[in-house]
């Protein structure tokens, strides 16, 4: 069976007995055409079943109305939230999407940045792979003149904007709320330290230990990719050590609740004899007994920014600088997991907040 040839301007130009340009005005919404001109192309374009040709009409006007997002996860409530945050500035200014998976890999990192140059996005929002080395993949856009957003995991870059949180700031709370729960033997679970967002909390973390006069253990530090398995080999790492860590910042909630269900299965009460601090205020962190206090991180905000950013830059607005860092909020959330001292969740809050 031959398919069946495409409805075109020039069909519905041709049953209207009018011109093709006045039927492709119409089409686009033209002032210059009259209203019951548009009613009847509409209409008729609907009725022959015509359809729009969006890669033609963008490639003529230059532009394909389409931004490429590169994550390096997609399980996570926090990427989740920001692709959120992304997809509603977006749609609002008549953008579409296109989501590309690292997988966690600088060589797929690279194969999808490729790919989205080719498929000629008008821009892209991109968070860093975990071993992604460098940033010449994103060379060709910034050769093009395509901007480009960093968000969360960033590089230093004098070519684009980086939207983050103060993870340094963030690693500091963290440990110490430890610290001021009575907590001296703080371990630290973290990811690739070579990573920003990873790097810079661990320096919050040794600040604050520093600050404390606290000392700091290498052996309370473990580097791993902070899944499952590795959450439970680390927590059974820490149990092996002659002296107990009696608190531990882990950056990651879906770490921290893997550890806390390991300390549990091995008789260690969270928080009296281990408090727990997490990060990012994933779902889980309030699905857990106990719940795990840790730091917020506004998603669905830095993606709004990260899509604003990048969609004032493609409009052309004035006192856009596409070469700045923007450091967004973000707060501790003390929860039952690290009160060691007990102190009523309510007056802990409290306090958290007159802190702000």
Known sequence: ?????????????????????????ALQNHPA???????????TAKEIGYQYNTFAGNLRKKSTSIIGVMVHELNSNFITSVLAGIEKVTSEAGYDIIIAHSSESYTKESANALNLFHKRVDGLIASLAYDTKNLDHYLPFHQKGIPVVFFDRVEPSDKSTVVVIDNT???????????????????HIT?????????????????????????????LLIVNDLGEEAARNATLQLLRLPSLPDGIFITNDFTAAVVIQTLKENGIVVPDDIAIVGFNNDAI??????????????????????????????????????????????????????????????????NNANKK
């Open 1 to 25: 069976m031959n398919p069946k040839k495409d409805v075109t301007i020039y069909d519905i130009a041709k049953q209207l007995n009018i011109s093709t340009s006045t039927v492709s005005r």
């Open 33 to 43: 055409i009259n209203k019951l001109t548009k009613k009847k192309v509409i209409a």
């Open 169 to 187: 700031k963030c690693g500091y709370q963290a440990t110490k709320h430890l610290i001021e729960q009575g907590c001296k033997r703080i371990a």
């Open 191 to 219: 990811g690739n330290l070579s990573r920003n967002v990873y790097a810079h909390r661990f320096q919050g973390y040794k600040k604050a230990l520093t600050e404390h006069h606290l000392p700091f253990d290498k052996k």
């Open 285 to 350: 962190s309030k699905l857990i007994e106990p719940k795990i206090t840790t730091i917020n991180y506004p998603g669905i905000e830095m993606g709004e920014i990260a899509a604003r950013q990048l969609i004032a830059n493609l409009k052309g607005e004035e006192n856009v600088q596409l070469t700045n860092t923007i450091i967004i909020r973000s707060d501790l959330i003390i929860r039952e997991s690290s009160l060691k001292k007990h102190t009523p969740l309510s007056i802990a809050s409290n």
